[in-house]
């Protein structure tokens, strides 16, 4: 179950550094690294999901697939 809303996209801003040390190729690759890791998560927790229903489905007497 997650906490966002399944019918709206949710916006993330991004916040940078103050200070200048941090190079935007850096910025960009933590984003991206981090965009990755949610989007497997979001994936791995539809497949289970799915796997969920289709268990349901399939113990269900008398149903018809």
């Not at 998560?41 to 149903?63: C, F, L, N």
Request: zero cysteines; charged letters at 35%; aromatic letters at 0%.
């Amino acid at each position: 179950m997650g906490i966002g809303r399944q019918d709206k996209p949710v916006r993330i801003e991004v916040i940078l550094p103050d200070n200048d040390t941090e190079t935007p190729h850096m910025t960009d690759a933590s984003v991206l690294r981090l965009a990755r890791l949610i989007g497997r998560q979001m994936a791995r927790e539809d497949h289970e999901r799915q796997k969920r229903s289709r268990r349901r489905r399939q113990s269900v007497p008398g149903q018809k697939s």
